[in-house]
């Protein structure tokens, strides 16, 4: 990397930064020296009932045991709501954007305040107790804020399923947790189209006994069905709830939420989020990632069904008393300016977004950004996939005007928060590196044995020691958490990343090692998609790899084995298509299917995903090794009928 890839840190932002070069390396000498005396000190951005004594007490090895503040108490809501009413009760919390460009609302802390107490109160009343779960399935409303808030307060753990999941995927959400109540809306809105999420609702609920009340939100005023006894109005039980609520008094590490993610196997995994560690870690690495200064408007674009939503629209922002933007709608709708105008509709001085929307708008040229002022943008952030040079230029230079510093932050669902990233105001950005861990993150690359690399070099990306916002463990099933991130290398927590360092020290992330794709910055296990095609009649076997896609970053490739009396059609591959959409959701809908007579397989029955992933790519003339196949043959057959 030649020194006119660095983007130096700019003077003015350095100057009025929260962390400045000097305070950073301070900061992270600190955390490694003593990291209980520096997380001692920095908890304290919290408002704790009773403040903890014990800091750190955490074990990567054995059964793993991870515990932050241990014998501290507070309430996550409280320190989202209460504790800013006092200084800024009046001031916007919230700003809602609609999907339509003429719909939009500003909710106060104090406003915020009052509709999370009164559903707190409509929850207990319901029977809602203090550790149950509490599933959410709700477009990007305000209330989707309030029912996260509204759980958190009365201490009931939220399991957010994005909107875009099928009935079959909340179900099975709903059914690993075993959830006692759904919040969900009639219908949400996204790109001018509506989505029926109480109709997905009900038909998931057939399976879920479970669940024995169901609060809708009248979003679209759509006519749905309400079963009496179990469905009951959001606007009707907060109506007529006291706007008064004492939050619950919880322990550090009690649960706050649940939220699935894929993993390499075909059952999703509940990452088990806890409260104290959690909300240190969401409220530390919003304010200094995006240095953060009172008074400026905040938007992530993220979905509050994606962990980037619950840390970075809802706990980060709220427990720093920001005014954080909610976007009910795309990129494009109605236009591909619109999120251009909604900055400056609103002002917005810091915006949050994912590569894979920066290359969709780029493709339509520098015209609809230009159509605005964009004069109020200070920082820039991107998350969820590497972002390539190319995307993150036309970011800085059309977007920013080469004047906003640009966060690429590197982080999980299981993280919690963001783990590398620059800090405007401190470190030197390369377009396409996440760069440096933030104080108190240790990462660290090892060889495949689990060796320790040193220098510049790449290899596996694992975290060596703990963070307050890690994952606690897999709901319900602990052994699979030590399983899935302890095991392949000992002591270490494994990301299931590659990456490699440069001769700066500056990550730069290679993408998944392991069988999980990452499409639009949304994570999907092949597994997952393999099961949902095995599951229609005509199909036989199916294999499933990720591919380059120009705007997705990745896209699915099937591989289909249909069965003997099938007849590969176009018909039928559109149907395999709508199949997945309907039994997983949109986001997991293949790009390209491959009829395949057969697959590679070693001689003990074993796929070889290495080869299907080179076909898929379109780089058959370095396959590698093809001598332990059982049938060579089958690769031949493969590439010469490649499909897309
Ligand atoms: C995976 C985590 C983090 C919230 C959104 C996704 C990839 C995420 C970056 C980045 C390169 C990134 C990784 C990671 N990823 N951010 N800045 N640069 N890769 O959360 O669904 O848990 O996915 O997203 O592969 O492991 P997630």
């Known amino acids: 990397m030649s020194d006119a890839d660095v983007v130096p840190v700019k003077p003015e932002i350095a100057a009025a930064a929260l962390i400045p070069r000097a305070r950073y390396d301070e900061m992270t000498a600190r955390a490694a020296a003593a990291p209980d005396e520096f997380w001692a000190e920095e908890c304290k951005r919290i408002d704790w009932m009773k403040a903890p004594t014990k800091i750190k007490n955490t074990n990567f090895t054995g059964d793993v045991s991870i515990k932050w503040f241990e014998d501290g108490t507070l309430n996550a809501a409280a320190n989202c709501l209460d504790r800013h009413l006092a200084e ?31 559903l707190a109160n409509a929850l207990s009343a319901q029977g809602v107790k203090k ?230 708008l780029m493709r339509d040229g520098e015209g609809p950004v230009h159509k605005t002022s964009r004069k109020s943008l200070r920082i820039l952030g991107s998350v969820g ?21 640009i966060v690429d932050t590197w982080w999980q669902t299981e993280t919690g928060g963001i783990l590398i990233s620059p800090l405007p105001g401190a470190i030197a950005q390369k377009p396409g590196s996440a760069t440096l861990p933030l104080p108190g993150v240790f990462p660290i690359l090892v060889d495949g044995e689990g060796q320790r690399l040193h220098g510049a070099t790449e290899g596996n990306l ?87 896609h120009e705007i997705k970053g990745q896209g699915i490739y099937a591989y289909v084995t249909l069965v003997a009396d099938a007849e590969p059609t176009e018909a039928l591959r559109k149907e395999l298509v709508a199949w997945v959409r309907k039994e997983i959701g949109p986001i997991a809908a293949p ?10 397989k070693t001689r003990s029955g074993k796929i070889m995903r290495r080869i299907l992933r080179k076909i898929a790519a379109n780089e058959t003339d370095s396959l590698g090794d093809t001598s332990t196949l059982a049938d060579p043959g089958v690769v031949t057959d493969l590439v010469d009928n490649r499909a897309g």
């Not at 719909?103 to 999370?116: A, G, M, N, P, W």
């Not at 759904?182 to 399976?207: H, P, Q």
């Not at 109605?334 to 290359?359: E, G, L």
């Open 88 to 118: 800024r009760g009046d001031q916007v919390a919230i700003i809602w954007e609609g999907d339509d460009p003429n719909d939009s609302k500003k909710v106060t802390y104090r406003e915020l305040h009052e509709q999370v107490c009164r």
């Open 385 to 405: 996939e590497p972002i390539n040079p190319e995307a993150w230029n036309w970011y800085y230079r059309v977007v920013g005007e080469n004047r906003c510093p």
């Open 131 to 360: 550790g149950d779960v509490v599933t959410v399935y709700l477009p990007m409303i305000v209330e989707a804020a309030v029912a996260l808030l509204a759980c958190a307060r009365i201490g009931a753990i939220h399991s957010v399923v994005f909107g875009g999941f099928s009935p079959d995927s909340l179900a099975n959400r709903i059914q690993d947790c075993n959830s006692v109540a759904l919040i969900t809306a009639d219908e949400g809105r996204r790109g001018g189209r509506k989505v029926a999420l109480k109709l997905n609702a009900d038909e998931a609920l057939k399976s879920c006994p479970t669940v024995k009340n169901v609060i809708v939100v009248k979003a679209t005023g759509g006519d749905v069905a309400m079963q009496a006894g179990r469905d009951v109005w959001y606007e009707d039980v907060t109506a007529a709830a006291s706007p008064a609520h004492t939050p619950a008094e919880m322990n550090a590490e009690d649960p706050l939420f649940i939220l699935y993610t894929s993993g390499s196997t075909g059952k999703p995994k509940g990452v088990l989020h806890t409260t104290g560690g959690y909300m240190v870690w969401a409220s530390f690495t919003h304010q200094y990632v995006f240095d953060y200064h009172p008074g400026e408007v905040y938007w992530c674009t993220a979905d509050v069904g994606w962990v980037t939503g619950h840390t970075y629209i809802v706990y980060g922002p709220l427990a720093n008393g920001a005014t954080t933007l909610m976007f009910e709608g795309i990129p494009n709708y109605p236009d591909t300016s619109r999120f251009w105008q909604v900055v400056d509709k609103h002002q917005v001085n810091i915006f949050y977004t994912a590569p894979t929307a920066i290359r969709a």
């Open 591 to 600: 790009d390209v299917i491959q009829w395949a007579p057969g697959l590679p």
């Open 462 to 548: 694992c975290i060596a020691d703990s963070w307050p916002g890690q994952m606690r463990s897999l709901y319900g099933d602990h052994a699979r958490f030590v399983q899935t991130y302890f095991s392949t290398f000992k002591g270490l927590y494994f990301t299931g990343d590659g990456a490699r360092r440069d001769a700066d020290g500056y990550f730069w992330i290679t993408g998944r090692v392991d069988d999980v794709i990452n499409v639009s910055g949304h994570r999907m296990g092949t597994a997952e998609v393999e099961s949902a095609l095995v599951l229609h009649p005509k199909v036989a076997e199916a294999a499933v790899v990720g591919f380059p």
